[in-house]
C-alpha cells in the first residue's frame, strides 16, 4: 500500500518562504515521477513542478524562479521549496506519485497573505 505523507503547509506573507516535504513509502518504492499539484475552492488542481527517477524537473510557469522541487531518495521524500511566495500560491498542495497507477497525499493547505 501506497502512503503519502504532507507536511511543511501554514500561513505566511507575501514575500514569505515555505517548504513542503512529502514522504512516500514503503521507502523501497519506485516511481516515474513524483510532484505537487495545488488547487483552490472552484477550479481544477494544477500541476506545480515534478520531479523524475532522473531528476528532471517541471514547473508550471508562473511558480519558476520562486519555487524549486527536489528528492531525497534515502528518505522516498520530495521537497518543494517555496520562495517569494504571492497571495496567488494560496491553495491546497497535493503532493502525488506516478507509477502503474498515480497515489495521492491528504493535501497542506497554503495561504499567502497580502
Known amino acids: 500500500q501506497v502512503q503519502l505523507v504532507e507536511s511543511g503547509g501554514g500561513l505566511v506573507q507575501s514575500g514569505g518562504s515555505l517548504r513542503l516535504s512529502c514522504a512516500a513509502s514503503?521507502?523501497?518504492?519506485?516511481?516515474?515521477?513524483m510532484g505537487w499539484y495545488r488547487q483552490v475552492p472552484g477550479k481544477s488542481r494544477e500541476l506545480v513542478a515534478t520531479?523524475?527517477?532522473?531528476?528532471?524537473?517541471l514547473y508550471v510557469e508562473s511558480v519558476k524562479g520562486r519555487f524549486t522541487i527536489s528528492i531525497d531518495n534515502a528518505k522516498n521524500t520530495v521537497y518543494l521549496q517555496m520562495n517569494s511566495l504571492k497571495p496567488e500560491d494560496t491553495a491546497v498542495y497535493y503532493c502525488?506519485?506516478?507509477?502503474?497507477?498515480?497515489?495521492w497525499g491528504q493535501g497542506t493547505q497554503v495561504t499567502v497573505s497580502s
Open positions: 502525488y506519485l506516478r507509477r502503474n497507477n498515480v497515489y
Open positions: 514503503p521507502r523501497s518504492i519506485s516511481f516515474n515521477t
Open positions: 520531479i523524475g527517477s532522473d531528476r528532471s524537473t
